[in-house]
């Protein structure tokens, strides 16, 4: 990925203030087709004041991504008031300058998407179309897919699988391919052959498929899904893992877990003792007033979701990432 270069408007004004807890990506073009209208001009739009009541984190061209908002801004780019478009996603504006790579374009997109999934723990269901919000026909030529690219694709680009609308043609550096034609036992059977190589290989070869064979080729080699290995460490500590987001949710956590994740979550959920405190706590950077900081000082995930947890677990109700909600984490996080 391109590096993220920051021009950080300082004013408020077209903002709704600070709080946005990162749930969802809204992707946006810009419409403008002017020459030179790429991401640099449209950050300088809104460091000097843009005359729409109109705001958005970053904006992105074929060659940089610029970033005007930091993500726990709420801006107002989704058109739809107090909803949870402006209020709890992040804002991306794709540049449709004509003398710029419109492809290349979105593959920084793809690829500061991929970043943002992963800083804010948001599931791929969650990077949606700005018409999502307001019903808008945006972003208007990824949804007609005119510039030989579309919302599938970006999708695709996303996930780093194939795509479905370019068959055979190069987008930015990945090349899209179509789609197999083959029912997933008969994909098991070649990768068991070795038709599909291993590893990265095998996921270019599969493509959108990868995951539905590879649970095929386990099952048909192993007779039934692997079992998870038995935990070595504590109930403890894999509750204290779990709290710090290490295992997942759902399903993830269930699987990481395996045999142990019955007994964990009756610890957590308060259905048995919880676990005694260790002997000695890492005490991290006690000078500190950020709450963030001082996560990542004990080597606990900081990310809203997990600051969320942990703000439920020592009974901070209704955490939104506040200042007084994380000065009182980080109170209780220090003992």
């Known amino acids: 990925m391109v590096a993220i270069k920051q021009q950080l408007v300082a004013s408020r004004s077209l903002t709704s203030g600070v709080g946005n807890p990162c749930n969802y990506i809204t992707i946006h073009e810009t419409a403008n087709t002017n020459k030179g209208a790429n991401a640099q001009s449209h950050a300088n739009l809104q460091s000097k004041g843009n005359s729409r009541l109109a705001s958005w984190h970053y904006q992105v061209d074929d060659k940089e991504i610029i970033q005007s908002f930091l993500d726990n801004v709420r801006c107002l780019h989704a058109g739809d008031g107090r909803g949870k478009g402006n209020m709890e996603s992040i804002g991306i504006e794709i540049c449709v300058n004509s003398d710029g790579n419109f492809k290349n374009a979105v593959k920084n997109a793809a690829e500061l998407v991929k970043y943002l999934m992963k800083k804010h723990d948001i599931g791929i269901s969650h ?15 990824l949804r007609d897919g005119s510039k030989g690219i579309n919302w599938n ?12 609308h370019v068959p055979s043609q190069e987008v930015g550096s990945a090349v899209i391919t179509k789609p197999s034609s083959k029912t997933i036992d008969q994909l098991a059977d070649e990768v068991i052959a070795g038709k599909h190589g291993s590893g990265a290989q095998r996921k270019q070869s599969l493509g959108s498929q990868y995951e539905a064979v590879q649970k095929r080729v386990n099952e048909k080699l192993l007779g039934s899904q692997p079992k998870p290995k038995p935990a070595t460490k504590s109930i403890d500590q894999l509750v204290k893992e779990t709290l710090a987001g290490k295992h997942g949710n759902g399903e993830a956590r269930k699987k990481s877990l395996g045999s142990n994740y019955q007994a964990v979550m009756n610890v957590i959920n308060g259905k048995a003792s919880a676990p005694k405190k260790a002997a000695s706590k890492p005490k991290g950077n006690m000078k500190t007033n950020s709450i963030v900081d001082y996560l990542k000082s004990i080597k606990v995930d900081s990310s809203f979701t997990n600051r969320k947890k942990l703000a439920a677990k020592h009974g901070i109700k209704n955490y939104s990432g506040t200042s007084s909600q994380n000065a009182q984490l980080l109170k209780k996080m220090r003992g």
Not at 127 to 140: A, E, L, N, T, Y
């Open 127 to 141: 990077v949606v179309q700005h018409s999502r919000w307001s019903g808008k026909d945006c972003p208007h030529n």
């Open 153 to 164: 694709d970006f999708i695709g680009l996303v996930k780093g699988t194939a795509g479905v």
